[in-house]
């Protein structure tokens, strides 16, 4: 006759062993997270400086285009290494563009004020051209990027025609 032997329960923890497989598997996994999560964050806020920038600019380039349009005299382009300066004479005021020291500057006669258009500027330049008695104003302007992360150059060109020259 055979007497049954008697079952080996196994044990209901987990080894310690087992315990610490666990806890690395997880301290990976949280760490690609943290890692993806921060790569993810760097990126939106070189998105959202991005963005500031470029609407910095096209603010400065429509403000630009409007005292071109709206100047009386002639217009002077002053180059230097360096720097430029525009004068551009309007009705009884002369508003002056200085670009100098990675700033871009909007001046006008009649205030003392100095007003900080571009805090952030790699190039600028400021061209004139004729054509069939029209005084044709172009402005190329790059900015400097404030992030790395920023893969693309922020590159602007406006032009602007003076009405009564």
């Known amino acids: 006759m055979k007497i049954p032997l008697p079952h080996r329960r196994r ?3 987990i080894l310690l062993i087992e315990c610490l497989v666990y ?14 999560f921060y ?6 806020k070189a998105v959202v400086y991005a963005t500031e920038d470029i609407e910095a600019a096209l ?5 630009w285009r409007t005292d071109v349009r709206a100047a009386s005299g002639n217009i002077s382009i ?3 290494p360096g720097s430029q ?4 004479r309007e009705r009884g005021k002369i508003v002056v563009y200085r670009f100098g020291d990675g700033e ?6 009649t205030s003392q004020n100095s007003e900080l258009l571009l805090p952030k500027v790699k190039t600028s330049l400021m061209t004139l051209e004729t054509r069939e008695g029209v005084t044709d104003c172009r402005w190329e302007l790059q900015l400097a990027q404030r992030r790395s992360e920023t893969q693309l150059p922020l590159l602007f060109t406006f032009e602007a025609a003076q009405l009564k020259p």
């Open 85 to 88: 300066t525009v004068r551009l």
């Open 11 to 13: 044990p209901a923890g």
């Open 104 to 109: 871009m500057r909007r001046e006008i006669s």
């Open 23 to 36: 806890f690395s598997v997880f301290a990976i996994l949280t760490s690609i997270g943290f890692a993806a």
């Open 39 to 44: 790569l993810c964050w760097n990126q939106s």
């Open 59 to 63: 603010r400065a380039g429509e403000r």
């Open 78 to 80: 002053e180059q230097k």
